[in-house]
């Protein structure tokens, strides 16, 4: 597997159901990232992770709980949701945290996971 | 927060045809990144420009930083249905935090 891996690829759940989502990357990076992807919206930045730290969290709701076990896995545990929360969740990584150090390094994107929220 | 333009919103070109996409920035960007997506799917990486007044070609397409790094181009030469898809842009202002344009949707008619 190479690159950045994310699953499942798809999630239909009800308002009071507990899911979590996957990310892997497979390119020695040091930060990962979770973005949220709505219709005829830009990507919204949500958390952050560098060396498995959080350094960012963009006013995102309690009910989206992220998890960095390590700084290969990204994880986004998710309960009672909103419909408005359908989208498609994006994970990322880069060598080093965007805003630290005055990086520029390149993002890299899994697949996303498009979720339903009934 | 920084905000990223793109234009136009969408676009069909005939196949064989040229196109341009255009992105601009309120404020001077330290990189500028575009990125290509097929509905519903991830982003993938075509390139990431940070000087000023500088070019980057990859295969048939092509992306501009102007001098003022305000304002960045990517054009498309010949384009092919493999050319569709939705491009977005995306810019590290002075804080260095990535924002991203809403993105144009390319159609490739044959």
């Known amino acids: 597997e190479t690159g950045v891996t994310q699953t499942p690829r798809h999630l239909v759940m009800g308002m009071t159901n507990k899911k979590s989502l996957k990310c892997e990357q497979h390119?020695?990076?040091?930060?990962m990232y979770w973005y949220k992807q709505s219709a005829k919206k830009p990507l919204e930045l949500m958390f952050v992770?560098?060396?498995?730290?959080?350094?960012e969290n963009n006013s995102v709701p309690s009910r989206f709980s992220p998890e960095c076990p390590n700084s290969s896995h990204l994880f986004l545990h998710l309960h009672t949701l909103q419909p408005e929360d359908s989208a498609l969740y994006l994970c990322a990584s880069s060598q080093a945290a965007s805003g630290r150090g005055g990086r520029t390094d390149t993002q890299y994107f899994g697949p996303g996971t498009r979720l339903t929220v009934l | 927060s920084q905000e990223l333009e793109q234009s136009p919103q969408s676009l069909i070109v005939q196949e064989g045809k040229n196109l341009t996409i255009n992105c601009t920035s309120s404020k001077t960007l330290y990189g500028l990144y575009w990125y290509k997506q097929k509905y519903g799917e991830g982003l993938i990486f075509l390139m990431m420009l940070q000087k000023g007044g500088e070019e980057k070609s990859h295969e048939k397409i092509t992306a501009k930083l102007d001098e003022k790094k305000q304002q960045s181009s990517l054009h498309i030469t010949a384009s092919q249905p493999s050319h569709a898809g939705i491009y977005l842009c995306g810019g590290r202002t002075n804080d260095y935090k990535l924002s991203f344009g809403a993105g144009t949707t390319v159609t490739v008619r044959a």
């Open positions: 992770y560098s060396l498995e730290e959080r350094v």
């Open positions: 390119l020695g990076h040091n930060a």
